[in-house]
């Protein structure tokens, strides 16, 4: 009997060992995806502030400081250039460069797209995973101004989403403050 108790006890030890492994190993694994997750999303974020960031240096090459910027809202910029952004280079020719929030939702939020004389720019063209933006602009002194002739850089404040494949019902927000100056613009002292 006491053989029995003991071939009993070892099988429940053994199986509590098994379950204590395999718990183990589907945490490690969920963790793992979790961590991809918010790492794409960091990722993403980087290369949409680095997109940004070049875009705005590049307003106002060869344009007079006063005329660059031609639209100035919440949630959209335009401005001109001579850099011709599908070339990239410098072109005779003066382009207008507008990044504007749509407001057409889709599964991935909504779309920040960025155009070059009214053709989407491809492959900065369309940034996905925004939920907001909003756009303030500054002028050389960096006091908050409306005057189009007087902006010289631009404060972008960005809310990403995106949808957390393990709680559809909480999305993964995260939120970056980026100051972009309009270099060619700010250089030329006006």
């Known amino acids: 009997m006491s053989v029995l108790l003991d071939v009993l006890g070892?099988?429940?030890?053994a199986a509590t060992l098994i379950l204590m492994v395999m718990t183990f190993q589907l945490q490690m694994r969920e963790n793992v995806s979790r961590i991809y997750y918010a790492g794409s999303m960091i990722e993403h974020m980087d290369e949409v502030t680095t997109t940004l960031n070049n875009t705005f240096a590049m307003a106002g090459i060869?344009?007079?400081?006063?005329?660059v910027c031609t639209v100035a809202d919440s949630n959209i910029v335009e401005f001109k250039t001579l850099w011709d952004v599908a070339g990239d280079s410098l072109s005779s020719s003066v382009h207008i460069i507008r990044i504007a929030l749509d407001d057409s939702i889709s599964a991935q939020g909504k779309v920040l797209t960025i155009t070059q004389d009214g053709t989407v720019i491809q492959p900065l063209g369309y940034i996905m995973y925004i939920e907001r933006i909003k756009l303030n602009y500054y002028d050389i002194e960096d006091q908050v101004t409306f005057d189009a002739s007087k902006i010289r850089s631009v404060e972008a404040l960005i809310t990403f989403r995106r949808d957390s494949p393990w709680r559809p019902d909480q999305p993964l927000r995260s939120n970056i403050q980026m100051k972009c100056f309009l270099m060619n613009t700010y250089l030329q002292g006006g």
């Open 10 to 13: 070892s099988v429940i030890i």
């Open 62 to 67: 060869g344009i007079p400081v006063n005329q």
